[in-house]
């Protein structure tokens, strides 16, 4: 049960590093991982729990997973589609 909520916090931590990028995503590669680590404390091997979170964890309906990715990086749909609702909010209030 451990292994479970260990995995559950690191996916929180991982979206929550996401939400404190400017594009809302981070690189895929082993800097990120080392980070990703070292930041968490987690004992998880990083990049395996990304990649299954890209490519096991999917919607079968809509193709996305936990997270997605392309060649250079990784994101949450989920997380782009709020904070995009966020951003236009944001954007009307200052107007």
């Not at 451990?2 to 690191?10: A, I, K, Q």
């Amino acid at each position: 049960m451990t292994t479970v909520w260990n995995g559950y916090g690191l996916y929180w931590a991982i979206i929550e590093m996401l939400r404190n990028e400017s594009t809302y995503k981070l690189s895929l590669d082993k800097n990120t991982y080392r980070a990703i680590k070292m930041q968490t404390g987690t004992t998880i091997n990083v990049e395996n729990f990304i990649n299954d979170c890209i490519n096991e964890y999917k919607n079968t309906e809509s193709g996305n997973g936990l997270f997605n990715a392309d060649k250079h990086s990784f994101w949450s749909t989920s997380l782009l589609r709020r904070m995009e609702k966020y951003e236009t909010l944001k954007e009307k209030r200052s107007q």
